[in-house]
C-alpha cells in the first residue's frame, strides 16, 4: 500500500517536470519500508506465533485485512481518475444548436469515458485475457477513435 502510496505521489511530481519525484519516492518509500522491516523483525521474534494466534481469534487480523484492501481499491481508483486522460472531440450541430459531447458526458459523470476504460481493462484481464492483448486492443482503439475524429 506504501508504495502505491509513494508511486502516486512521484509520479504526480514527476509529470510535471518536478526533479524531487524519484527521491521523493524513495524517501516516502524506503525510510518507513527500512523501520517496518526492522521493527517488525524484532517484534516477530519477540511475540512469536502467539500474538498472531490471538489476533486470528478475536478477528483483528480479518479487520486489518480488510481495512487494507480498502485502501488499496480507493488508491488505486484515485490513481485512475488522476492519471487516465481521455477527451473526445466530437463536435456537430444539431437542429442549430451547437453540440458538444464532451460538455455532455462531463454533466452526466466528469470522468466517465476513463473509468469506462479502466473497467473495460479490468473486465478483460478477469476473463484471462493476456496484458498485451489488452494493451494492443487499447492502442488500436485509440488509433481507430482518432482516425473517426472522436478523439
Same mark, same amino acid.
Given at each position: /500500500?506504501?508504495?502505491i ?7 504526480g511530481?514527476?509529470?510535471? #517536470?518536478?526533479?524531487?519525484?524519484? !527521491?521523493?519516492?524513495? !524517501? ?6 527500512? *523501520? ?6 524484532? /517484534?516477530?521474534?519477540? *511475540? $512469536?506465533?502467539k ?7 478475536? $478477528?483483528? *487480523?480479518s ?6 484492501a +480498502? /485502501? #488499496?481499491l480507493? /488508491?488505486? #481508483?484515485? +490513481? ?6 481521455? @477527451? @473526445? ?12 459531447l464532451?460538455?455532455i %458526458?462531463?454533466?452526466?459523470?466528469? #470522468? %466517465?469515458?476513463?473509468? !469506462?476504460?479502466?473497467l473495460?481493462?479490468?473486465?478483460l *484481464? ?9 494493451l494492443i486492443?487499447?492502442?488500436?482503439? $485509440? ?9
Amino acid at each position: /500500500m506504501l508504495r502505491i502510496i509513494a508511486t502516486g505521489i512521484a509520479i504526480g511530481l514527476a509529470s510535471q #517536470g518536478n526533479p524531487l519525484g524519484p !527521491l521523493l519516492f524513495l !524517501l516516502i518509500y524506503n525510510i518507513p519500508s527500512y *523501520l517496518l522491516r526492522y521493527y517488525g523483525g524484532v /517484534m516477530g521474534y519477540r *511475540l $512469536g506465533s502467539k500474538y498472531i494466534a490471538e489476533a486470528t481469534q478475536s $478477528g483483528l *487480523l480479518s479487520c486489518i485485512t480488510k481495512a487494507s484492501a +480498502m /485502501m #488499496g481499491l480507493m /488508491m488505486v #481508483g484515485a +490513481m485512475s481518475a488522476s492519471m487516465v486522460k481521455f @477527451t @473526445t472531440t466530437f463536435k456537430t450541430t444539431i437542429a442549430g444548436q451547437p453540440f458538444v459531447l464532451q460538455e455532455i %458526458l462531463d454533466k452526466i459523470c466528469v #470522468g %466517465l469515458i476513463p473509468l !469506462l476504460l479502466v473497467l473495460g481493462c479490468l473486465k478483460l *484481464l478477469n476473463k484471462k485475457v493476456s496484458p498485451n492483448k489488452v494493451l494492443i486492443m487499447l492502442i488500436v482503439f $485509440g488509433f481507430a477513435a482518432a482516425g473517426v475524429g472522436v478523439i
